[in-house]
C-alpha cells in the first residue's frame, strides 16, 4: 500500500523534471566548415568561460587557418604541447611535407600521420564536441571542413592512491580507490588479470554527464544479474550523480527498508574478491566508493581480513562480530526489558546492585537508554563532523565526562552506562559503516518494544525484524540468502570461514556461470 | 494524511500502547523478597481484634505469623548515599512481621506497611517452624501460596526450624550482609560435610507432598549471629513433622539414600582416630521380596576417599594395614547406618530411606498390590528387615606417610 503510495507521487513529479532535462540537451546540430563560427559556436555554448583555451594557428604554404580547443586544468597542457602543437607545427615545416591544399585532406593527414596521440577520433556533431571537450578532451579543428578531430588529452590532478580511511585493516593491501576512475579501473585490472574481465561503460546524470562502469567477469557472473543491473542503471534520469550513492539509491529493491541492499567500498581487493564470486561492481567516476550488488547480510557482516588471516582467526573474530551485532541491536532493549518487567531473570546479587545503583534516578529506565543512547548518537554524529584532534575531544568528553557526570548527578545509573558503552563498541564492530547505522535505527525499535512488552517484545521486534530480513531482495537476489533459503553449501563461508582448501565453490545464490573456484579436488 | 495510511498505524500503535506496561514496575520500586519464616502466632490478640472487627469473617484452624526479610538495596553499597534515610545502622535488610490467616493476605498487608511491594522471584529461603510443620496440614497448608504464586520460584529452599522460624532470618552475620542469602550460601555445602541434607528446594516439596511417602527436609537451628544447619526433620506420609535427627543420624541417612557429595569419616584403629575425606559413595538395593509378610532389603554402600588425618601411627603404604583401616571406616558407616534405622524404621517407622519407592520402580505389579499396605494398613515396611553393608576404598593417604616415628611416642 505505501509503495502505491509513493509511486502515485512519483508518477506526478517526473513530467515537470523530463521538461526541464529536455532543455538542458545540446542542440543537436552540424559543425560549419568555418572554424571561425565553429569557434563562435563553441563559445557561445559554454558562454565563454575564462578556462576555455582557443589557441589559433596557421599551417602549411597555403595558411590553412586551424585551431585547438580545450579546457584548461582538464587536459595535459605538456601533452597538448609536446604531442599536438608541436608536432603539428614542427613537422610539417621541418619535415617539408607538403601540405594539402584540401582541407579534409589536411584533416586526414593531421589524423593519420602528425598526431602521435593514442586516442583518437573525428566528429562532425557538435554536440558529441563538447561533451567531449568537457571531459577532458582537446578539439582540433581545420578551417574549411566541417570534422573536427578529438584528441584524448585527459589529464587533470587527482588524489594519489591512498590508504582506505574508512576501512582500515591490520593485514592487507593498503591501496584504496580515488576519484578518478581511470586510477580505479587500473586497481582492479592489477587483480583481476583475466581477460573476460568487462566494464560496460555507461553514462548517468543527464547534466553531470558522469561516467560509470558496470564491472564483471563475462564467464563468472550471472548474465540476467548484469542485464538486471545494466537495465536499472538505465533507468536514472537525474540531472546530476555526484556520488555512488545516487546509484544505489536509484536501483535498491526497497526504498523503505533501513537495510543497505548493496556494499560500498573503497578497497580494491574487495571488489577483486566479489568480482571473482560472480558479482557485479559499479564504478562511478568522481568517488572511490564502489557499489558490489547483489550483497546479503552475510557478506555485510564479513570483512576481508576474514580470508586474510587464518581460517580459525577468521571464524573466531566473525563469531565475535555476530556477537556483536547482537549487543548493537538488543543491549539497551534487554536492560529495559529485564529492569522493568523480569527482575526475576536477573541473578540476584546484580538485580540488587542494579536496584541499589537505581535508587533516586528519577527516570524509568526507558527515559534513561533513551537519553543515553540519543547522547551517544549525538557524539558519534558530531565526532564525524569535527576534524580529526578536536573529533578525538569530543569522544574524550563525551564517554568520560558526561558519563560520570550524568551518573554522579544521578540522572542515570552506571549500568546504563555500562549499557551504552558495550552497544556503541559493538555498533563499531561491524565492519560494513551503511549495515552499522541500520542496527543503530533498529535498536531504537527494539527499545519500544522493550518498553512495552518486555522480553516478549524484544522477541517480537526480533522477528519482525527476521519477517523483513527474510522478505528484503538485492538485485531479486534473498538478502538472507544462504540462511533462508536455506543453502547448506554457502554456509562454509557464513557465520565460520572453513580453511581456504575447503572453499571449492562460488556462492551458490549468485547461479554464477562457473561455479567451481578450485578444481583441485575434483582431478581425483 | 492519507486515510489508509493514518489508520492502519493508529490500530498498531494504540493496540501495542493499550495492551503493553501492564506489569511494568522499575527495578527499584520492588520489595524483593529474600526470604520468608513461617511460624505460629505466640498470643491470639491480633486473633481477637479481628473477630471484633468483623465477626463473620471465615475461621481457619491455625493462623500464620510470616516474616519477610526484604532487601534494602542502598544498604550493600559500601558508604553509599542511598537509603540515608532511617536506615541509621546502614543494614541492608528489612524484616517485616505480620498475621493473618493465609499467606496471601499477609503478602498483601505488608503493601500497606511499606513502599516497596513484595517481589518473591528471588526468594531463597523458606523457613517453617517446627511448630507449623506439626499442626495437622500445617505444612502443605504453609506451602500452598508459594507453590501456586506464578511469581515465586521452584528453585528456593525450604527448611525447618528447631524453635520459631523467625528467629532464624533475623540473624545477623558477620560474613555476609544478607541473612537470607548466609543461609542460603551454607546450604550449597553439602559437599564438605555428610551431616547436612541435601537441600530441598520448593519443586521437592511439592512432590514430595504429593508422594505416598515420608520425607525429610533439613533442620536449621538460630543462635545470635548464625544458624546452623545440619540434621534433619523428619515427616510422615500424611505430610505432617514427626521429629528430628540428629547430626550423626542424618549422615547415617545420607549413607543409606546414596546423598554423598563429600563429608568425612572417623574410625579408631590402633586406639588412635584416623580421620577420611569422602570423595564419593555409590549405593544400591537388593531386594528380597519372596516373604510377603517380611521383605529383605540389602543396601550395599560403596564409598571412597583420601586420608585426610590421622593419629594412628601405622604403614599406611602397606596393603594390609590399608585393608584393616578400610575395614575400621566400612564398620563406622554401618553403625551409623544402624542408628539410623534404628530411629526411622523402629521408632518412627518413616519410610524415608525411600524403599517403597525402590519397590515401585523394580517391581510395580506388587507395588500396585501393597500400596496400601506399606506405611499404613499392614505396615509392611515396619516389618521389614534392612541390612547393611559397607565397603571403603581408600584412594590416596595424602602427601605424607608418617608425621612422626613410633619412637617418639
Redo the contacts between chains.
Sequence with gaps: ??RK?FAHRNKKKTSPLMQRMQQSQIPDQELSSSVKENLELFRTLLGNPNDLLIRSFLIGNSNHLCAVIAIDGLVDSAMLHTQVLGRIQLMLSIAEKTVPVEPDEILSLLFDEVLSVVEIKKETSLAAAVDCILSGDTALIVDGTSQIILIDSKGWKSRAIEEPVSEGLVRGPRDGFTENLRDNTVLIRRRVKDPNLRFESMVVGKRSKTELLVAYIENIADPDLVKEVQRRIATIDVDEVEESGFIEQWIEDDFLSPFPQSNNTERPDKVSAALFQGRVAILLDGTPMVLILPVTLGLLMHSPEDYYERWIVGTLTRLLRYLAAFFAVFSPSLYIAL???H??LIP??L???????????PF??FVESIMMITTMELLQEAGLRLPKPIGQTVGIVGGLVIGDAAVSAGLVSPVMVIVVALTAISSFAIPAYHLAIAFRMIRFFAMFAA????VY?VVLSLIAILIHLSNLTSIGHPYLAPFAPHMSKDWKDLILRAPVTFLKDRPEMLHAEDEIRMRTGDSK | M?R??VLPCLIALLS??VT??W??????E?G?V?GVAIDVPRTNEAEKRATKESPGKPKVKERFLVTHQL?I??G??AG?Q??DGQNTANEAFLNLTSEGDSLFEVSRELATRTSRAP?Y??L?IIVISEDVARSENGFANAMDFLLRDP?S?RGSKVLISKGPAKSIIEVTPKTEKLPA?YINQIGEHIDRNARMLHQVRVGDVHEELLSPFGFVIPRVRAEKNEIKMAGSAVFSNNNQLVGFLGEEETEGLNFLTGNISGGLLKAKVKNDLVVMNIQGTKHTIKQDLRDKQRFVFTIHIECEGILAEAYSLMDFLSKEETKKLERAFAKEIERMCQDTLQKVHKEMKVDVIKLGSNIRQKNYPLWKKIQHDWEDGQRLYEKSEIRVKAKVYLRNIGSINRSELDEGR
Design positions: 500500500m505505501m503510495f529492569v522493568t518487567f527482575p526475576g540476584s546479587d538485580a540488587f546492585s542494579i536496584a541499589a545503583t537505581r535508587d533516586g534516578v524509568p529506565a518498553a512495552i512488552f518486555g517484545g | 492519507n489508509r495510511f501495542a500502547l503493553g506496561c506489569d511494568q514496575v522499575q527495578i527499584e520492588r524483593f529474600l532487601v538495596p542502598g550493600l553499597i553509599s542511598a537509603g517481589f522471584q528471588h531463597k511469581d520460584r542469602l
